[in-house]
């Protein structure tokens, strides 16, 4: 009799290893079929930088560029009145404000024109 429960218990451990093996193995196929599924890195990278460029070029496109306000010869960006010093870098270009990130243009239009500008510009930054 004592044979018969040493068998049994025997069957009982060797059930549970087989079953912890079977789990393991399911376990490193599903990891090796998750690694295979994986893009290239090179193809990430080039779907993140195209995704970046379209995003950009959107935003470019709702993003009217404020005009530079000049009060005694300083130049400043006109949502966050910070003093904007590189001007020579401005000429027909558009460029970016340090500080608050707004589009920014050095332009040679009334002032009239600068606050018609400017007011449409901060209408779109608010609504």
């Known amino acids: 009799?004592?044979?018969?429960?040493?068998?049994?218990?025997?069957?009982?451990?060797?059930?549970?290893?087989?079953?912890?093996?079977?789990?393991?193995?399911?376990?490193?196929r599903e990891i090796k079929d998750v690694r295979e599924d994986m893009p290239d890195p090179e193809e990430m990278i080039a779907a993140a930088t195209k995704e970046l460029q379209d995003e950009n070029e959107?935003?470019?496109?709702?993003?009217?560029p404020?005009?530079?306000?000049?009060?005694?010869?300083?130049?400043?960006?006109p949502?966050?009145?910070?003093?904007?010093?590189?001007?020579?870098?401005?000429n027909n270009k558009i460029k970016y404000c340090n500080n608050c990130?707004?589009?920014?243009?050095?332009?040679?239009?009334?002032p009239y024109g600068i606050a018609y500008v400017n007011n449409l510009v901060e209408a779109n930054n608010n609504g």
């Open 1 to 28: 009799m004592l044979s018969t429960s040493v068998i049994m218990k025997w069957n009982i451990i060797d059930s549970i290893i087989f079953s912890i093996e079977n789990l393991i193995s399911k376990i490193a």
């Open 58 to 64: 959107e935003l470019k496109q709702y993003r009217i």
């Open 66 to 77: 404020g005009s530079l306000i000049e009060q005694d010869g300083i130049y400043m960006c």
């Open 79 to 90: 949502v966050c009145r910070k003093e904007i010093s590189d001007i020579d870098g401005l």
């Open 101 to 110: 990130g707004k589009r920014i243009i050095l332009s040679k239009i009334s």
